[in-house]
Structure formats: structure tokens, C-alpha cells
């Protein structure tokens, strides 16, 4: 029986950029195919979960028995995978656990990501480093001559250097009679001697791996079966390839790297081009494929093909919050702009933009403001409207995240009027973002119904689909206090936003259905609405989304229990981000629920806060809101002149601006004082 779990994987050149890569091969390899599984990709779960999915794992086989986890050729380590061992061993430092791991110390050097966490394992005293010299003379000879004992054994451990596969490959070249020389004039005299389609065989073997698959083989060789079923007989018997679960392995990448590098660079470029431009129709969702398309890409000399390559594997790895393989994924593309016509160059920086705000906290946002607007101005100088418009969006989103609503009502509406010169299907997104951002600053609301009326027709006519469309429906119901057909369209533009990956979108559509179902007073689907919102925040790039979940999921707390304990603590989060709009919501309904508690001070406080927030971002349902909260809680408190005051300001808005339900609470206070 085993007296250990053991996990078991080596890192390739090749698959550096593909997420988890090392664990999600030493998991299938150890047979915990559904744990693996968590790790390909295929299934949605954001980052944190997959480390701690994966800790509990190891700390539960090291309940069971000790784990030994053996980690090969760290220096090709993905990002991932880096971070992943860190967190495990870091995780389940007092358990029956040994991780041993092996590395080429010159190639370690320029991979950041896992110097950096054997950097920190090192001061954490988690792990102890040795340096491995060349096997000693005597252990050559030895080794040698079991493979060729009649051999000049000792120059031959003297030409292998303490290298074990070389001295294996010298002394097996002698024993088969060949003239000995370096590892690639052995390597190449033994391909020599093939035939013609082991050798194409054994280049494209090269080329894909480390996934040799029978049916990629097949692809790219155009061999019938039995031929490529000699080839392989061929590669076997020779001992160049051997038969894994999965296909097919050389049997030492040094083998690998030799055959790879007799290629002419021309035809290696034209091999990996011919694979990424396969691979480019079958990476919708699928993060392994996309990796694989990107590395092919980089290598096929096409600076277009691998830099949107690399922009869809960071979009990929944005949908499962791999935020930090999409930030580097979006810098290696950046590295083949120089090389793009000028119209290329500014489409794809405008797509980088995209994906670096949705995968990291913008340190100067007015100067990424500033770039995303010169951007879309150049777009639209060379006639991309549609590049023009997102640059625009960008912009606005931006500028509406940071509480700069004139300048996110100026973006999005000239987002708008560049979508025009587009595409039919571009001038309806258009529309729609226009529509949905009008909605999100509660500004000029007639003409975002106009824009959602035609916009809605357009699609319709046109089979046009945007997840902008369902969330500006949702929005215009919210404010319209059609509660029941908000929570349908936000629900649909929920879904859409998930199957697209769009977790930016799909938390703005959780967000709404949260707020919605505490205007309705339902805290208990509301807490289940704040959960959603948490796990997905959490997972996000650093703003105000987090602290938002936290302070929705607060005040469901308290409206349940009759504790605010965790309120300030999120509010204080909120204004950090200076999220003013997201801060008066919550303040706002942490002030109804203190006035059900009977804490009017408290009430009045927030209220107060909440006004002049409101009053900043001209946002008339929460100011009406806000005097409708002080003018009760004064009137509770037998305050006639401060409620006398809160009474006068609400006559001096117009409440017909507002949405319906903040009207409603404004007749309702009218009403009682007339009724008095």
C-alpha cells in the first residue's frame, strides 16, 4: 500500500501562460480528475475559492496520510500555479507535507512570479534550498556502464559533465555503434535515420508540446491512421516518445528542444501559425485552448494574430478572475503593438484599456481618462467608430465610478454620437451603454427612454443582442417603480453578463437586484442577493465593489437582527473610494431602518450625510429620500422647526424627477403633514 498521496507534475516552456497549470495536471495525474477539473478552466469559480478549494484538498489527504507533491522544472512555473503553492503551503505549514521542488536556477531568475514566492517561502522559513551539483566522476562511470560496459567509460563521463541524460545518451550511441558527439549531432544522426513521416511526426510533436494528442497529430500531419500509427511505433521503439494517458511525451525535453531547433525558423513559424489559426475558432470559453493560442500565436511571427492572441487568453482569464494572468497576458500583447499598422496599434490599445481597468485599480484615473479619450479620438480619425465608442465608454465609466458625473454624461453621450457613423449593430450597443449610463446618473431620463425605445426596436429588427439592453430595461422599471419587471430584465442581464464573462456588468445587475429587493423591504432575499454580490466583489479588482457588498449585506443584517455593528465599518470603506453614489444608497436605508429602531439622532446623522452627497451628484431620488428620513425622525422627536424646514425643502424640488418610489415617500410625508 502507499505510505503517501503524491502529487506529481513538471512545468513546460510552453504552457507558461496557461492558469493553473502545474496543479490542474498534478490533480488528474494523482486520479482527482473532479478537482482538476476546478482548475481547467471549464467551470466558473473566481481565484480565492480555487486556492482554497485546493488547500482543504491537500489538507484533507494529509489527514488521511502524508502528502509528497513533487514539482519539476519550476522555472516555466505559470503565474498561477506560483501563487496557488505558496497559499497551500502556507495554509498547512503543520501538516504531514513535503513539497519538493526542482528548478534551473539561470531560467528561474526571469520568471517573477515563482522567484518571488520561493522568495517568500525562503523568509518564511517554509522552505529549504539546495543547490544541486553535476553527478561525481564516479557516479558517471557507474551509470555508463551499465548501459555500456565495454566502452571508454571514463571519456565518456568526462564529455557528459555530470549530466545524467547526456552520459545516458553517449553511452547508448556507443553500444549502437554511432560516433559520438554533442547531444544535438546525436540526437540529429539518430533522426536521420527515419523515415521521412516519423521525422514530420516527431517535428510537429515538438512544436504542440506538451499536448501531443493522437487527433492533433492527426490535424496538423494529414497522415492516415496507420501511417501516423508507424510513426509513432517508430518514435517509441527508438525511445523518442512514450504513450501517456493523454497522448503522447518525449521522453526529455533536452530530446524536445533539439528536434525543435533543427526546424528551419521559417517553417517553426509557419507550424505554430497554422496552429493558432486553428485553435483561433475553438477558444471561446475554453482558458486552456486560449493559453495555447496565445503561446502558438507569440511564436508564429504574425504580430496581429498573437497580439489578439494574448488579448483573448486575458479576457478568458478576466472570466475567472485570474486577474493577474489577464494583467500580464495584456503586457505581452502590448509587446507586438510596435509592429501593427496604426489603425491595428490603437483598436487593440483600446481593448488592453478594457481589460487592464477591469483587472486592477487605476492608480491616476484622470490621466487613463485623458488616454482612453485620445485613444477614441484616433479611433475615430481612422474610422473606427466602433473602437471610438468604447474608448469613450471607458472614459465615462471612469469618470462615473469616481463621482465625476458632468464628465461620465459628456463621455457617454459622445460615445453615443460616434456610434452613429458605425455599423448597425455598433450604433445599437451604442444606444444602449448610452441609455444604461444615463440611467446609472439618473440624468435625463426622457432621453434615455428615447434612446432605450429605439434602441430596443433596432435590436429586435436586427437580431442585435447587448447585456446593456435588459440592464437599461431593468433600470428604466426600477425607476418607474415597476419593481417586478425591473427584477426580470436585471435578472436576464445578469445571466447575459455571466455567460459573456462580464463580471464588471454582471455585479452592476446583482447590485440593482439587491438594492430593489430593500427597497421592497424583502431583507431576506436581499441578504441572499448581498451574498452573491460579496462573492463576486471580493474577486474583483480593488474599488468600491467589495465594500459595497459588505455594506448591503449590513444593513440586511441589521433590519434582521437590530445591530448596525457592521455598518460604519462599511461605510467607511465606501467613502475611502469616495463612491458617493453607492454611500448615499446605503446611508439612506441604514437611516429607515435606524428610525424603525427608534434612533432618530442616528437617522438624521446618515440622512444628513446621504443629502449632501445626493446634492453633489444631483441624484433627486435620494434627496427626496434623505428630507423625507430627517423630516419623520424631527417629527418624531417633537422638532417642529428642523421638520418645518425638511417639509419646505421637499416642496421646493420637483418630485416628478425622482423615481416613483422615492415620490411616494414624498407624498406619503406631504400627505401626513396636510392630513395634520
Not at 536521420?192 to 514530420?200: L, Q
Not at 500509427?229 to 511525451?249: V, W
Not at 419646505?648 to 406631504?670: C, F
Amino acid at each position: 500500500a502507499n505510505t503517501a498521496s503524491i502529487f506529481r507534475a513538471g512545468a513546460f516552456e510552453s504552457e507558461i501562460v496557461r492558469p493553473f497549470a502545474l496543479w490542474h495536471d498534478a490533480l488528474r495525474e494523482s486520479s482527482h480528475v473532479a478537482a482538476a477539473d476546478l482548475l481547467s478552466g471549464e467551470e466558473r469559480i473566481d481565484r480565492d475559492r480555487l486556492l482554497s478549494s485546493l488547500s482543504n484538498l491537500i489538507r484533507d489527504e494529509s489527514l488521511q496520510q502524508p502528502v509528497l507533491i513533487l514539482f519539476d522544472d519550476l522555472q516555466w512555473c505559470d503565474e498561477s500555479s506560483a501563487a496557488a503553492l505558496h497559499y497551500v503551503l502556507r495554509m498547512n505549514r503543520s501538516q504531514p507535507m513535503l513539497i519538493v521542488l526542482s528548478a534551473r536556477d539561470e531560467e528561474l531568475q526571469t520568471n517573477f512570479p515563482a522567484l518571488s514566492a520561493i522568495r517568500s517561502l525562503k523568509q518564511e522559513k517554509l522552505l529549504l534550498s539546495e543547490k544541486l551539483e553535476p553527478l561525481s566522476d564516479e557516479v558517471m562511470v557507474e551509470l555508463i556502464a551499465n548501459v555500456a560496459p565495454n566502452a571508454d567509460i571514463q571519456t565518456l563521463s568526462e564529455k557528459s559533465r555530470g549530466n545524467p541524460f547526456l552520459g545516458l545518451e553517449l553511452a547508448r550511441a556507443v553500444a549502437a555503434g554511432d560516433v559520438i558527439g554533442t547531444l544535438n549531432e546525436l540526437i540529429g544522426e539518430r533522426v536521420a535515420r527515419m523515415p521521412k513521416t516519423t521525422v514530420t511526426m516527431l517535428q510537429w510533436a515538438s512544436v504542440l508540446t506538451p499536448n501531443v494528442s493522437i487527433g492533433a497529430l492527426l490535424r496538423y500531419t494529414k497522415f492516415d491512421d496507420e501511417t501516423l500509427d508507424q510513426s509513432l511505433e517508430e518514435a517509441e521503439r527508438t525511445g523518442f516518445l512514450f504513450p501517456t494517458e493523454n497522448g503522447y511525451k518525449y521522453s526529455h525535453d533536452l530530446v524536445t528542444r533539439s528536434i525543435y531547433r533543427a526546424i528551419s525558423p521559417a517553417r517553426r513559424r509557419s507550424m505554430h501559425r497554422r496552429v493558432a489559426e486553428m485553435l483561433e475558432a475553438d477558444t471561446a470559453v475554453d482558458l486552456k485552448l486560449a493559453t495555447e493560442l496565445a503561446r502558438h500565436a507569440a511564436l508564429s511571427g504574425d504580430a496581429q494574430l498573437a497580439s489578439r492572441a494574448m488579448l483573448q487568453a486575458a479576457r478568458l482569464c478576466l472570466r475567472f478572475f485570474a486577474n493577474d494572468d489577464a494583467f500580464s497576458l495584456a503586457d505581452r500583447s502590448e509587446f507586438y503593438l510596435k509592429e501593427l499598422s496604426e489603425e491595428e496599434r490603437v483598436c487593440i490599445k483600446i481593448e488592453l484599456k478594457e481589460v487592464r481597468i477591469m483587472a486592477a485599480p487605476v492608480e491616476d484615473w484622470q490621466a487613463e481618462v485623458k488616454e482612453c479619450i485620445a485613444l477614441a479620438e484616433e479611433a475615430l480619425d481612422l474610422g473606427k467608430q466602433e473602437y471610438a465608442r468604447l474608448g469613450y465608454q471607458l472614459a465615462s465609466n471612469m469618470r462615473w465610478a469616481h463621482g465625476q458625473w458632468s464628465g461620465a454624461h459628456k463621455s457617454i453621450m459622445q460615445a453615443e454620437r460616434v456610434s452613429r457613423g458605425g455599423s448597425e449593430a455598433n450604433h445599437i450597443i451604442g444606444m444602449a451603454e448610452a441609455a444604461r449610463c444615463l440611467l446609472l446618473l439618473e440624468r435625463d431620463l426622457p432621453e434615455a427612454d428615447a434612446l432605450l425605445m429605439e434602441a430596443s426596436a433596432r435590436a429586435e429588427r436586427n437580431r442585435v443582442e447587448s447585456d446593456a439592453l435588459p440592464a437599461a430595461k431593468g433600470l428604466m422599471a426600477y425607476y418607474e417603480g415597476n419593481l417586478k419587471e425591473a427584477e426580470e430584465h436585471l435578472d436576464e442581464a445578469r445571466t447575459r453578463a455571466k455567460a459573456l464573462g462580464d463580471r464588471m456588468n454582471e455585479f452592476l445587475a446583482n447590485e440593482y437586484l439587491t438594492m430593489m429587493e430593500i427597497e421592497k423591504g424583502d431583507y431576506a432575499s436581499a441578504k441572499e442577493c448581498s451574498n452573491n454580490l460579496i462573492r463576486i466583489g471580493e474577486k474583483l479588482r480593488e474599488g468600491s465593489e467589495a465594500p459595497l457588498a459588505q455594506a448591503l449585506c449590513a444593513i440586511c443584517h441589521y433590519a434582521d437582527t437590530g445591530k448596525d455593528v457592521a455598518i460604519d465599518t462599511a461605510l467607511e470603506s465606501l467613502r475611502k473610494f469616495d463612491a458617493k453614489q453607492r454611500l448615499t444608497f446605503v446611508l439612506n436605508r441604514a437611516a429607515i431602518l435606524d428610525m424603525r429602531n427608534g434612533r432618530m439622532e442616528s437617522a438624521i446623522t446618515r440622512a444628513s450625510e446621504a443629502l449632501k452627497n445626493a446634492e453633489i451628484m444631483e441624484r433627486c431620488s435620494e434627496i427626496i429620500t434623505a428630507h423625507t428620513i430627517m423630516a419623520d425622525a424631527y417629527a418624531a422627536l417633537s422638532d417642529d422647526n428642523n421638520r418645518q424646514d425638511q417639509l419646505n425643502a421637499l416642496l421646493a424640488i420637483n418630485i416628478e424627477d425622482g423615481a416613483k418610489w422615492a415620490q411616494q415617500r414624498a407624498l406619503q410625508v406631504l400627505n401626513k403633514e396636510q392630513s395634520g
